[in-house]
T-cell receptor, first 113, second 112 residues
Framework: SQQGEEDPQALSIQEGENATMNCSYK?????LQWYRQNSGRGLVHLIL?????REKHSGRLRVTLDTSKKSSSLLITASRAADTASYFC?????????????FGKGTKLSVIP | SQTIHQWPATLVQPVGSPLSLECTVE??????LYWYRQAAGRGLQLLFY??????ISSEVPQNLSASRPQDRQFILSSKKLLLSDSGFYLC???????????FGPGTRLTVT
């Protein structure tokens, strides 16, 4: 079953604008990850935030995590046409011995030059 | 990091024909390996995962099976394809839960 749900399903912005995507999940997590998928390609890991972290940065990416609301957001600043892709959140459950990530359905981002 | 190789990139097969998709891993030993299926415009559905040679766990009942004959080789198979088996199949490698997963380029399977 899919735990993460991204919002919005699709987002279209102009180059240079910021893009914000949200992810909600249902059960406790060890960490939450964001991945990017260019059309027809495999997924690429972007950033991981642990359950005891609230914010993390990587280049033009900023991720926040609110475990009380079971939600996360991904902010891409100063977007570029090359950022056009689908973005997925994935959650990892707590505890050892579990090997699965549960992916959401993704947000399709279009950046217009 | 790991590099995941998958082939073929695209495949068109008739209903009832067999299937074999291969995935190999480079750059690590004893990785956890995963097969996912992605329907058009949808998220990823975990099909199988493996924590070692010969160890396969299935997440959903289906027309597919998986095998891991070698540490860095993961194979997805079917004896007789159904139309509903069409989709984008992704192989991934990673460590224990919570560690990043590395994905292959995927195989687009169309069953006609």
């Amino acid at each position: 079953s899919q735990q993460g749900e991204e919002d919005p399903q699709a987002l279209s912005i102009q180059e240079g604008e910021n893009a914000t995507m949200n992810c909600s999940y249902k059960t406790s997590i060890n960490n939450l990850q964001w991945y990017r998928q260019n059309s027809g390609r495999g997924l690429v890991h972007l950033i991981l935030i642990r359950s005891n972290e609230r914010e993390k940065h990587s280049g033009r990416l900023r991720v926040t995590l609110d475990t009380s609301k079971k939600s996360s957001s991904l902010l891409i600043t100063a977007s570029r046409a090359a950022d056009t892709a689908s973005y997925f959140c994935a959650t990892a459950p707590p505890g050892a011995g579990s090997y699965q990530l549960t992916f959401g359905k993704g947000t399709k981002l279009s950046v217009i030059p | 990091s790991q590099t995941i190789h998958q082939w073929p990139a695209t495949l068109v097969q008739p209903v009832g024909s067999p299937l074999s998709l291969e995935c190999t891993v480079e750059g690590t030993s004893n990785p956890n390996l995963y097969w996912y299926r992605q329907a058009a415009g949808r998220g990823l559905q975990l099909l199988f995962y493996s924590v070692g040679i010969g160890q396969i766990s299935s997440e959903v009942p289906q027309n597919l099976s998986a095998s891991r004959p070698q540490d860095r080789q993961f194979i997805l198979s079917s004896k007789k394809l159904l139309l509903s088996d069409s989709g984008f199949y992704l192989c991934a490698g990673g460590g224990l839960a919570g560690v990043v997963q590395y994905f292959g380029p995927g195989t687009r399977l169309t069953v006609t």
